[in-house]
């Protein structure tokens, strides 16, 4: 996990994102979960592979769509983020 921690970490500062999806539970999730609240990027759990598919290929249409408002993208995430995430 530590060596995780630290790609990520040193990914994530290279080519800040917007915002992190993260999917699984293996050492690669946990250690962009845990970098993206460090580095205070809005990151939210999507569950495991499979479990919430039509979810993330709604996300990733309004994120990756050429045509879709750039805004959509980011508002999605949030509102997936908001709905998703427990309060602290």
Do not use: F, Q
């Amino acid at each position: 996990l530590a060596g995780a921690l630290r790609e990520a970490e040193e990914a994530l500062e290279a080519a800040p994102p917007h915002a992190i999806l993260v999917m699984g539970t293996d050492d690669a999730a946990v250690a962009a979960a845990i970098t993206g609240v460090k580095l205070g990027v809005p990151t939210t759990y999507l569950g495991e592979a499979g479990e919430n598919a039509p979810l993330v290929a709604r996300v990733a249409e309004l994120t990756l769509d050429a045509t879709a408002d750039a805004g959509d993208g980011a508002r999605a995430v949030r509102e997936l983020a908001e709905s998703r995430l427990p309060s602290a």
